[in-house]
C-alpha cells in the first residue's frame, strides 16, 4: 500500500508541476486553453472555469494542456498557438521542463532550511562501517583513528581512498588509534565494478551545520546545477556507449518511491527532487513528441521563416511517439524481468 500510495503522490506531483509549467506560459501569453488535465483514462473528476475545463483522470501517469492550434492542420487563429508569436511558442514548450528544475530547487532549499547541511567529517575517523566489507571484517569499528596505511601517516580523510588506490588488491596494513592504544590491522581491499575503485568500507563522520535562508538558497542552487551537470555526462556517456544504459520503467520507479517514503519524508522528497531534474533533463532531449523535439521544431520554423507543412509535422510526431511508447514498453520489461 505505501509503495502505491509514493507513486501516486511522486507521479501526480511531477506530472502537474509539469503541465502547470506549459498551463502558466500558455494563459500568461494570451493562448487559448480549453482543458488542463491531470492523468489518462476515465474521468474521475471535471469542473469548467472560464473556457477552461479542468480535469482529473483515473491512471495518473500522464497529463495534457489542450492548447487550441496546437495540433498539426489546425486553423490558425490569433489566440491559438499556432498564432502568437514565435518568442512566446518557445516560452510554453520550454515552461514543463523549467518548472521540473523549480520543483527540486523548492525542495532542497526547504530541506536545507529546516534540516541544514550534513557534511563529512574531513579527518581519518570512522563514522560508519559497510556491512560484509573488509573493514568490518578485519575488526574496525566506529570511532577508530586511522593513524596509517602501509606505513604512510594520515592527517585528512581523502587521503584513506589514495593509499588505498594505490596498494590496490594486495593487503594493506593498517595502524588504528582506539582508546587511546594503537594497534594494527591488516585486510585486503575489496574491488567494485560499479564505482570501479577498491574498497575497504568506511565511512567518515558526518555533522550538522544549521544554514541561513541565504545560505540554503545558494545551496539548493548548487545542488540542482551539480546533479543536472552528472545527468548529462551521464547521458553524453550512454549516447556515446561508454558507460551501458541503465533505465527503470513506471513499475520500477514506484518500488523506488516505495522504498524511499519508507525510510521517511526527506529521502522521499529527495527522491521526488532527483527525478525531477531527470524528468526536465529527458524532456530537452530534441526526440521528436518531447518537449525538446518541439521546441527543435520551432527553431527550424524560425530558421524557415514558416511553418512545417502539417503532414511533416505529422510525421515527426508519429516517430517520436512511436519512439517513447517503444522505450517504455522496453523499460516496462526490464522492470518485470527484474
Known sequence: MLTILAAIVLFGVLITVHELGHFLAAKGTGMQVTEFSIGFGPKVFQKQAGETLYSLRLVPLGG???????????????????????????????????????????????????????????????????????????????????????????ERWNEINSLVQ???????????????KQQALTLKPRYDGESKRFLIGV???????????????????????????????????????????????????????????????????????????NLAVLNLVPIPALDGGQFLVLVVEALLGHALAPRAKEIIQMIGVACIIALTVFATMHDLLQ
Request: some cysteine; overall charge neutral; hydrophobic content about 45%.
Open 203 to 277: 565511512r567518515p563522520r558526518i555533522e550538522h551545520r544549521s544554514l541561513s535562508v541565504g545560505e540554503s538558497l545558494k545551496t539548493a542552487a548548487l545542488s540542482v546545477i551539480r546533479i543536472t551537470g552528472a545527468m548529462v555526462d551521464g547521458l553524453r556517456m550512454m549516447a556515446t556507449g561508454k558507460v551501458s544504459a541503465e533505465i527503470a520503467g513506471p513499475i520500477g520507479v514506484a518500488h523506488m518511491a516505495g522504498d524511499v517514503a519508507a525510510q521517511g519524508a526527506v529521502p522521499y522528497l529527495e527522491f521526488m527532487a532527483f527525478l525531477s531534474l
Open 166 to 180: 594505490e596498494n590496490g588488491p594486495a593487503d594493506s596494513r593498517l595502524v588504528i588509534q582506539r582508546q587511546g
Open 64 to 154: 495534457y494542456n489542450r492548447i487550441t492550434g496546437m495540433e498539426p492542420g489546425e486553423a490558425v487563429t490569433p489566440r491559438g498557438f499556432n498564432g502568437r508569436p514565435m518568442w512566446a511558442r518557445m516560452l510554453v514548450i520550454l515552461a514543463g521542463p523549467c518548472m521540473n528544475f523549480l520543483l527540486p530547487f523548492l525542495i532542497f532549499f526547504g530541506v536545507f532550511a529546516v534540516k541544514g547541511l550534513a557534511l563529512p567529517v574531513d579527518e581519518p575517523v570512522v563514522g560508519s562501517l559497510m556491512e560484509g566489507y573488509p573493514g568490518a571484517e578485519a575488526g574496525l569499528q566506529v570511532g577508530d583513528r586511522l593513524v596509517s596505511i602501509n606505513g604512510q601517516p594520515l
